[in-house]
């Protein structure tokens, strides 16, 4: 699990990068967690993952 969870965040960094240079010109992106989370949760998605609570 660790391994996917590294990938998805490098992902997102790379990404995110681009994200700020590109789109925002170069200006630091102060709600970058939720641009990582929604990032991380389409990447994880579209490979096949599923994120779902746990029963209690």
């Not at 990938?7 to 990582?36: F, I, N, R, S, T």
């Amino acid at each position: 699990m660790t391994e996917i969870l590294l990938d998805a965040l490098k992902k997102a960094a790379a990404a995110h990068g681009k994200y700020e240079a590109d789109e925002l010109g170069g200006v630091y992106d102060e709600d970058w967690p939720q641009w990582y989370a929604q990032h991380m949760a389409r990447t994880l998605a579209e490979s096949g993952y599923l994120i779902v609570p746990r029963e209690s």
